[in-house]
């Protein structure tokens, strides 16, 4: 189970922070990303990073601005996110995948949180 939190509305400029838990199962994760899905569009990996702390990827729009961090200890999963733009706003959504390797593709994700929306405005 994946239960995220934070998220609202910010300002351009503003910053935002997200969480996510993960429990149960999905423990096992090896890789964790962010996604996000703004309305009638198809839902991307915005950040990624594995468990071990093996590497992170950030995808080109919001490099430099969001940052991925992961807290083994707590099963927590956080995205960062400064220098927000209105492009930004989106639905967001964490997911874990237990196999190996951290791709960036929604369907190689078996774990998903409910979803967090971020408005900037």
């Known amino acids: 189970q994946l239960v995220e939190s934070g998220g609202g509305s910010a300002q351009p400029g503003g910053s935002l922070g997200l969480s996510c838990v993960v429990s149960g199962y999905a423990e096992r994760h090896n890789c964790m990303a962010w996604f996000r899905q703004p309305p009638g569009q198809e839902r991307v990996a915005v950040a990624a990073?594995?468990?071990?702390?093996?590497?992170?990827w950030y995808g080109s729009p919001v490099k430099g601005r969001f940052t991925i961090s992961h807290d083994n200890a707590k099963n927590t999963a956080y995205l960062q996110m400064n220098s927000l733009q209105p492009g930004d706003s989106a639905m967001y959504y964490c997911a874990v995948r237990l196999n190996s390797g951290c791709p960036t593709l929604a369907k190689d994700f078996a774990f998903w949180g409910q979803g967090t929306q971020v408005t900037v405005s």
């Open positions: 990073t594995y468990r071990s702390g093996g590497g992170t």
